[in-house]
């Protein structure tokens, strides 16, 4: 039959599966609680101290020189890193080895020893240090003080000292330039005052070269006029040399430009003195960043793993371990947990609850007949009678009474609801089916020793009249029951049931009884189960408290397939409610003052 959405309900839930097997919880607990006790017994005891610091930066008018506007905030949290580095680690080490030259450390277990904390925007940092002993941590925290002091302190003189180095780099290279302007300058105002006399000189050649020229154009003696010609060419030569001179005199603009640059320089140089003068005090103040160092005392015990606090942790840790360990498991391992579930995968009603037999200390397995006042044989009646209201307009004769596996108790409940059904003064058979077993068979000998006799086998090979086969058990008190069982013939069962001889002995089962019960094999695990389900008018299915979920839908898919109704299902071997306990009053008007039996009998 379908698989319905309903089963979702059969999955189980942290806190069911919890409580399905809380001794495994309960244990898982235990043994995390014990193991958290010996781990705080077994544990050296770890001492703790802590250094305090109030970071500054070593070097804020230097930082502000150099164009170094800073954070402070960032700068703290630069700092807790650097006081985490392997750097401060390795120096720390050193100065931790230096005090106590017995008990050397390596740098990573320094490193995990060492905690570093800040609080967000402030400049407190404290260091902590763990250790077997309280002087050793207390050295421990103090050596990371010290070694991030020096580390500091070196670092911020580093850094003046070269920013100094650089400004007097600087204040050199201006001094040169200086020096190169001035020296132009002083070229360019000597030419400056002999430019006048070269333009008089000028002039004055120009006009006596005029003259002469006049003089030449006049001159009529030839001798005369050759003295003449060479004295025009040497004043043309004069007055080209004076050109000449005065072409390279420095015009006033770049004279202009020379003296703006001699300006700049001059300032240039002023500024970068008096940032020589600063980084040259600030180098002699060069502080070691921290403005309040409070060393560490010697160090007090750790608390946090103390058996006050380890023990519940370990507890709760078991608790939550061993859930998820019992849900994983109930995962895997789905079971049936109460009466209602069933119904989900069957479709089909609940007929009957029946306790397990160890609750009422029962060990007869046949409780209807030897234990008529019990919760137990008051579960069969009911079930007997719910047989007959749900059936009676059905026509309903031949019921295949069927479970998943063995160990379900279906042959147990085959015997009591045919024993109930029987009381009520109807023809009843029980059929056992389970050639492999036989277990209802050995039920009805009440004991004595189990001797095959006359059955199937013998009535389908011809030997013996199908009236002869079965017996007839009394029961008491005018009560009887037929049983039909496999007889002492071998034969192959698969082959058996399907021959059309045993399928006509059934035919006639029906013909002669009111009711017949037949004991098959587990469907499961017997393949000719199915066909003794076919024989059937309906099945039902025997359930045993906390049997496997998929079991059960495997078998439910199988009487789908076969067609074969289910008549409903017997939740077997469930715990005692305590409701069930208290109906014996009433029990005396089904069950008589005694029962079945007389007290001889029990």
């Known amino acids: 039959m379908a698989v ?31 193991l958290g006790l010996i781990w705080t017994q077994i544990r050296p005891d770890t001492f703790a101290a802590e250094a305090t610091l109030v970071l500054e930066d070593p070097t804020p008018r230097g930082a502000d020189q150099l164009g170094e506007v800073r954070d402070f905030n960032r700068y703290v949290q630069d700092q807790v890193q650097i006081l985490k580095s392997v750097i401060v680690a390795s120096q720390a080490v050193e100065v931790y080895n230096a005090i106590d030259d017995v008990h050397d450390i390596s740098i990573d277990e320094f490193e995990r020893a060492v905690d570093v904390g800040n609080a967000a925007g402030s400049s407190i940092v404290t260091i902590s240090f763990e250790s077997d002993d309280r002087f050793f941590a207390r050295d421990g925290a103090n050596a990371v003080a010290t070694a991030y002091r020096d580390l500091v302190a070196t670092q911020a003189q580093s850094s003046i000292a070269a920013a100094l180095e650089e400004t007097d780099r600087a204040v050199s290279g201006t001094e040169d330039r200086l020096d190169e302007v001035n020296d132009a300058l002083a070229v360019a105002t000597a030419l400056r005052g002999q430019a006048a006399t070269i333009d008089e000189q000028i002039t004055l050649a120009v006009n006596e070269l005029l003259a002469l020229s006049d003089q030449l154009a006049a001159e009529t003696d030839l001798a005369r006029a050759l003295i003449l010609r060479a004295e025009l060419t040497d004043i043309e030569q004069r007055v080209r040399t004076l050109e000449l001179v005065n072409r390279f005199n420095t015009p006033d603009a770049e004279v202009a430009v020379l003296e703006r640059e001699q300006a700049q320089l001059i300032d240039t140089r002023g500024l970068l003195i008096d940032q020589r003068n600063r980084l040259s005090v600030d180098l002699e103040q060069t502080g070691s960043g921290i403005s309040l160092f409070l060393e560490a005392p010697p160090g007090e015990p750790s608390t946090p793993f103390g058996p006050g606090r380890v023990v519940p942790i370990a507890a709760l840790l078991g608790l939550v371990l061993g859930t998820a360990g019992a849900y994983l498991y109930a995962l895997t391992r789905r079971v049936f ?266």
């Open 4 to 34: 319905s959405t309903d089963q979702r309900v059969l999955e189980p839930t942290v806190t069911s599966a919890g409580w399905q097997y809380r001794w495994y919880v309960l244990g898982v607990a235990v043994a995390f609680t014990v």
């Open 337 to 602: 947990t109460s009466r209602e579930q069933p119904e989900y995968i069957l479709r089909a009603p609940l007929l009957t609850e029946i306790p397990d037999f160890s609750q009422e200390k029962i060990s007869s397995q046949l409780p209807v007949w030897t234990e008529p006042r019990s919760a137990v044989a008051e579960g069969f009646r009911m079930g007997s009678a719910s047989l007959d209201v749900g059936m009676r307009d059905k026509a309903t004769q031949v019921y295949n009474v069927a479970s998943a596996t063995s160990g379900s108790g279906k042959s147990t409940v085959t015997a009591n609801l045919a024993l109930s059904a029987a009381r009520q003064g109807g023809r009843v058979l029980v059929v056992d089916a389970d050639f492999g077993d036989q277990a209802l068979t050995r039920i009805f000998s009440f004991g004595s020793d189990f001797e095959l006799s006359h059955g199937l086998t013998e009535v389908a090979r011809g030997r013996v009249p199908l009236s002869e086969a079965i017996q007839t058990v009394e029961l008491g008190n005018e009560t009887s029951i037929s049983l039909l069982g496999r007889g002492r013939m071998p034969t192959v069962a698969a082959d058996f049931f399907r021959n059309a001889t045993t399928v006509e002995i059934f035919e006639q089962l029906r013909e002669m009884y009111d009711l017949v019960f037949i004991d098959g094999p587990p469907m499961l695990q017997i393949a000719y189960g199915a066909t003794i389900a076919r024989m059937a008018d309906a099945i039902i299915a025997v359930v045993a408290h906390e049997s496997q979920v998929t079991e059960l839908e495997e078998m439910a898919g199988r009487f789908d397939f076969l067609e074969v109704p289910i008549a409903g299902y017997v939740y077997n071997k469930a715990p005692l409610r305590r409701m069930m306990t208290e109906t014996e009053g009433s029990m005396r008007d089904v069950v008589g003052d005694q029962g079945y039996l007389s007290d001889t009998r029990r």
